[in-house]
């Protein structure tokens, strides 16, 4: 019994020695200024093939890791204040991966701004190859009824509805709209854009080549440019004309006619949800939310082409230019924030 007590108490003592960084970090926790939330990565961060994080470790000198064992990959952090997160590909992996984030005793995300910077499908009636879209609005496109294309009446222009509605673009108030349809702060977005919109994105003759294929679409076969463009969610990568009409349709029907479907990707309300909800408790604040989206590719195949050709279609350079334009576009706003810290970590830009 004396050797049972005695092994108790050494047990407890280590326990309590394993624990006291814990203890430490909660007690306190890191202030992080912004966070750079990518959603994947190739290979390694220094294998100088790069995803959506790469460019940001290495640019930004995000040295230092931390453990994280409830997210997706490990964090990255450097001594400024910038912490970078990857969340994993679709809405589950990011819905999971903020909060675990958002609840993580170790960092005092109170007055952090959120900068979600990805890669996505853009409407070539808006946007062409590697231009960049600051997202207004950010809305879900899984919460739907639908119906298969084969089987829709006649009159009806595809087989997707609000579950609120009975045919397409016909909804009422609904208890899930708060988690479909979340408007970010306008004043932010639209100081992002001012300071970002003359960014020089670089062009290339392969992605000059392959926008001209868009005949018609007058946006499409410009060079890469900025631009306030909303953003939809969803965890099916659809393809062709008539799902595209839907999108834009989808983004109209939820934002009261005030937005506009630019950019197709897979995470951005995922990541919205989790915020809104860390904001009400008091971890986070939701108005200092930024969602930056880059083109690697169109929503929809040129004209002459099918949406199954589409769908085999190779991104341009492996999408390499979307990825540098996302790094190239947010790092203006990120360097923004980080030089003039002392006004908007508590004035939010625009105010």
């Given at each position: 019994m004396k050797?049972?007590?005695?092994?108790?108490?050494?047990?407890?003592?280590?326990?309590?020695?394993?624990?006291?960084?814990?203890?430490?970090?909660?007690?306190?926790?890191?202030?992080?200024?912004?966070?750079?939330?990518?959603?994947?990565?190739?290979?390694?961060?220094?294998?100088?093939?790069?995803?959506?994080?790469?460019?940001?470790?290495?640019?930004?000198?995000?040295?230092?890791?931390?453990?994280?064992?409830?997210?997706?990959?490990?964090?990255?952090?450097?001594d400024k204040g910038v912490l970078g997160v990857v969340t994993g590909v679709g809405v589950t992996n990011a819905t999971a991966t903020i909060m675990a984030l958002g609840t993580d005793p170790r960092f005092d995300l109170s007055r952090a701004y959120w900068l979600v910077a990805g890669i996505a499908g853009?409407?070539?009636?808006?946007a062409s190859l590697a231009s960049a879209a600051w997202a207004e609005y950010v809305v879900d496109g899984d919460l739907i009824h639908e119906i298969e294309g084969r089987e829709i009446p006649e009159d009806w222009p595809y087989g997707k509805m609000a579950l609120?509605?009975?045919?397409?673009?016909?909804?009422?108030?609904?208890?899930?709209?708060?988690v479909i349809v979340h408007?970010?702060?306008?004043?932010?977005?639209?100081?992002?854009?001012?300071?970002?919109?003359?960014?020089?994105?670089?062009?290339?003759?392969e992605i000059a080549a392959f926008r001209k294929q868009f005949k018609g679409y007058p946006n499409a076969v410009k060079p890469p440019f900025v631009l306030i463009g909303d953003?939809?969610?969803?965890?099916?990568?659809?393809?062709?004309?008539?799902?595209?009409?839907?999108?834009?349709?989808?983004?109209?029907?939820?934002?009261?006619?005030?937005?506009?479907?630019?950019?197709?990707?897979?995470?951005?309300?995922?990541?919205?949800?989790?915020?809104?909800?860390?904001?009400?408790?008091?971890?986070?604040?939701?108005?200092?939310?930024?969602?930056?989206?880059?083109?690697?590719?169109?929503?929809?195949?040129?004209?002459?082409?099918?949406?199954?050709?589409?769908?085999?279609a190779e991104y341009v350079l492996g999408g390499r230019p979307a990825i540098e334009s996302a790094y190239q576009v947010g790092s203006v706003v990120l360097h923004e924030l980080l030089n003039n810290w002392s006004h908007y970590q508590n004035i939010l830009p625009g105010e």
């Open positions: 050797t049972f007590i005695q092994a108790l108490k050494c047990l407890t003592v280590t326990s309590v020695c394993l624990l006291a960084p814990l203890f430490t970090q909660a007690q306190n926790p890191i202030e992080v200024k912004v966070v750079i939330v990518a959603m994947f990565e190739r290979g390694t961060v220094d294998d100088g093939k790069p995803g959506e994080f790469e460019l940001w470790v290495r640019n930004e000198k995000l040295d230092q890791v931390f453990p994280f064992s409830m997210g997706y990959v490990d964090l990255r952090m450097n853009a409407d070539p009636n808006d609120s509605g009975t045919r397409p673009n016909e909804r009422k108030p609904q208890s899930t709209d708060d408007k970010l702060n306008p004043s932010l977005v639209h100081w992002a854009y001012k300071l970002t919109k003359d960014t020089k994105i670089p062009d290339g003759p953003a939809m969610g969803s965890s099916t990568y659809w393809h062709g004309d008539i799902f595209n009409q839907w999108a834009n349709d989808w983004i109209k029907l939820y934002s009261n006619d005030q937005g506009n479907f630019v950019m197709t990707a897979m995470e951005d309300n995922g990541t919205a949800t989790a915020l809104m909800r860390l904001a009400k408790a008091g971890r986070v604040d939701f108005d200092r939310l930024l969602v930056l989206r880059t083109a690697s590719n169109y929503s929809t195949p040129p004209p002459g082409e099918s949406a199954s050709w589409h769908i085999s």
